[in-house]
């Protein structure tokens, strides 16, 4: 019976002191901000161009405490997330003769944390995308950027990064559809 018992706080102990050392993003759900369009696009991809696959930081004193990753695929995320807003839309051309062909590039993801500070906004997260529409014989690049900011009393890992990151991350591709729909109409 000891044995047992000796197990079960074995186990509780193991599970109590563990952290997660990457942040989880939630599948894309579709926002339904964009109106169904009377436009039609070839969507070619989207591109991983950032400089770093770090995406969250908790700062301590100015000095940097832990980084963290993402557990997912960003570029197949959002690969499936801009599809699905297309879809719902009805501007997505899977027959490739649309003459609008949209590449979009992701060119930064970053979280930040700042630690006992009396600030309140001690969480930002800022997300960085490159439109790049292909029309005819002209190409229009836009840059777009998605800014959070939040007060968190505190974070101990990866998982106190999701919210801000989640809600970035579907803001940023809402507002993309839409300045695409703005561009090329």
């Not at 990753?69 to 027959?95: G, I």
Request: aromatic residues 8%; proline residues 1%.
């Amino acid at each position: 019976m000891k044995k047992i018992i000796l197990g079960i706080c074995v186990v509780f102990l193991f599970i109590g002191c563990t952290t997660k050392v990457q942040t989880d993003i939630k599948p894309y759900v579709t926002l339904h901000q964009n109106e169904v369009e009377n436009l039609s696009i070839n969507f070619i991809g989207v591109n991983d161009k950032r400089d770093t696959q770090i995406v969250s930081t908790i700062y301590n004193d100015n000095k940097i405490e832990n980084q963290y990753s993402l557990s997912s695929n960003v570029q197949k995320w959002y690969q499936e997330a801009f599809k699905r807003e297309f879809e719902n839309a009805k501007m997505l051309n899977n027959k490739n003769v649309s003459g609008i062909d949209v590449i979009v590039n992701i060119t930064k993801i970053s979280a930040k944390y700042t630690k006992y500070s009396l600030d309140s906004k001690n969480m930002s997260a800022n997300i960085k995308i490159e439109l790049v529409i292909k029309k005819d014989d002209k190409t229009i690049t836009s840059q777009i950027e998605t800014n959070q900011t939040l007060y968190k009393p505190m974070i101990l890992d990866a998982e106190g990064f999701e919210s801000i990151l989640n809600e970035g991350m579907r803001d940023s591709v809402s507002k993309t559809v839409a300045i695409l729909i703005e561009k090329i109409k």
